[in-house]
């Protein structure tokens, strides 16, 4: 069966060159490691925003997945030393790793993910998952605050006619430098992308984490994905997305035990270096926003206004 970079995963060549040298290359890296790890491919590829997901079974017959992630993306460079650590206590199992390659080899679980459930209480399974991956954090993982000096830097040059309210820039950077100032921002190993496709149903336990952006920093950090994503379903019902959105806050907060002005910082923060990171990339591609990263933005902008009130 030869080894095919799926189309979705194939259209990240519009967001600039490295990641169509990455993509260039990435079947026959794969390729290579099927080959040196004794895999046999078992289905069709799938894939996340920034990686191949390649169904395989070992040479002992076990089924797994082989994941080969985008060399570009630094928050992800260590997903093998957190996954690790967790030694499948609320997370996959890793069964291999070559970081040089960004090649990990996971334990396969279903299919199913948290969109089957109600929002709630998809978010309420996520918060029982925080205490068992917020462990003290690894000292080969990067402070969070690093990335936020490092973010906030690059969001102070967005140009003033970027369709992100000013205010929501001058009140995101202020953030950062009271966040980053703040001893409590790192100290913990965090997911960093917990949302409802990132939590797949398994046979050893109802539910285990994928997937991970590893950092030390602070679990008031990972609730803001469980907001923007599977944004449709806000609306359902006759609620506003406001509404919705707070929904989801308070339900993720409350279940977690987490501080709620912390919690809400940390969204705000995070929504607008979303925008921005939008469009930073049109930027660096030379072109124009698209439809699709506008609407993004929106949707960023709604989120971030909405846990304020």
Known sequence: MPLHIPPGLDAQ????????????????????VVEEWQLALD???????????????????????LKVAFDGDDESLHEG?????????????LLRAD?????????RLHTEDLGALW???????????YPRLHVPALPQLRPLTSYVERWAAALATMPR????????????LSLARDLVGDEASTGTL???????????????EPWLAIDPKPMDGD???EPAPLLWNRWDELSLGGQSVRDGVRRRFHAVVDAAGLDEDRARDWVVLRMVLNAHWSVQDAERAGRDLDPEEREWITRCIAVAKAVQG
């Open 99 to 107: 970081p040089h390659r960004r090649a990990l080899l996971l334990e």
């Open 190 to 204: 965090v997911h960093g992308d917990l949302h409802y496709a990132n939590v797949l149903a398994a046979d050893r």
């Open 119 to 129: 929002d709630v209480e998809a978010c309420e399974v996520v918060a029982g998952l």
């Open 13 to 32: 060549r519009r967001l600039g060159p490295d990641w169509t040298t990455w993509l260039d290359r990435l079947p026959r890296l794969a390729a290579d």
């Open 43 to 65: 289905g069709p590829p799938m894939h996340g925003y920034a990686s191949l997901a390649q169904p395989v079974r070992t040479a002992g017959g076990r089924p797994a997945v």
């Open 219 to 221: 679990p008031h950090y």
């Open 81 to 93: 030393v957190a996954l690790q650590r967790w030694h499948g206590d609320g997370a996959v199992e």
């Open 161 to 172: 006619n970027a369709p992100v309210p000013r205010r929501l820039v001058e009140q995101a």
